[in-house]
């Protein structure tokens, strides 16, 4: 199956690609075909952000032949962006596989899915934004037990891209019938614990592994064997 499919990774809008360079080029070694799309926003844009992230995702598929298959791997805050970003390629959609990633819902926001996580870190963090502040603010300590390697975090802190109140609460629409092709749930973290029981719900192929939120950075190799074997149980779940 891997060679007829493109797995589509995608990164947090809080972050960027570098989040998932690293199962790319191991992909890639493998003689998988992989993409990191940069998401890509302008404060002077009429777009909302989730449809300025949605065309990066369609723009960077541009080359990628239409008749081939295509595994949509969120992180992160990239999750709810799945089903509009689906909207706006043309290629079939075998998979989408969120990593601690949110699980999108119909006309929310981001602080309303942070409330269903942890609604009192949500109303804190609403409250922080209303006052003008911004998210996330991390630096090189903020990481170091995420991520060991000083240059990764480097890079890291590099990408950061702080987000005001208009950000979390943008309202992000999700299409009747999503989803529209099997889906499966990535846990590395206890902050997505709620997202992981619904997941469970859902009767979505779930799995989780005891690692920080960035573990791709840690141990890449580990992440695409589970991220290329959850591919594969899919699979056989069709033919069962």
Known sequence: MDKNITYVLIHSPLV?????????DEMEQRGIEAITPTLTDHPISTQSY????????????AQIPQDRGIVLV??????PLLPIIRQ?????????????AGIPRHNS?????MRLQDDQWAQQFHQTLLQGGQFPTWNEDDLRELISDGD??????????PRVLTFFTELIPVFA?????????????????????????????VHKMKAGHFHMLVDPSSVTDMIVDTIHEL??????
């Not at 960027?16 to 790319?24: A, D, I, N």
């Not at 706006?88 to 601690?100: G, L, N, P, Q, R």
């Not at 092709?181 to 979505?204: G, N, R, T, V």
């Open 177 to 205: 019938g999503w989803p529209d092709a099997p889906c499966a749930y990535i846990k590395f973290s206890a902050s997505y614990d709620w997202d992981f029981e619904q997941a469970q719900q859902a009767d979505w192929l």
């Open 152 to 161: 990764l975090r480097q890079k890291m802190v590099a990408e950061i891209n």
């Open 50 to 61: 989730w449809q300025q992230h949605a065309e990066s995702v369609a723009g960077s598929l």
């Open 109 to 113: 926001n981001r602080l309303d899915l």
């Open 74 to 79: 969120a992180h992160s805050g990239a999750g």
């Open 88 to 100: 706006s390629i043309v290629h079939s959609i075998k998979a989408y596989i969120f990593v601690d």
């Open 16 to 24: 960027g690609p570098l989040t998932w360079q690293l199962v790319c």
């Open 235 to 240: 699979e056989r779940r069709k033919t069962n």
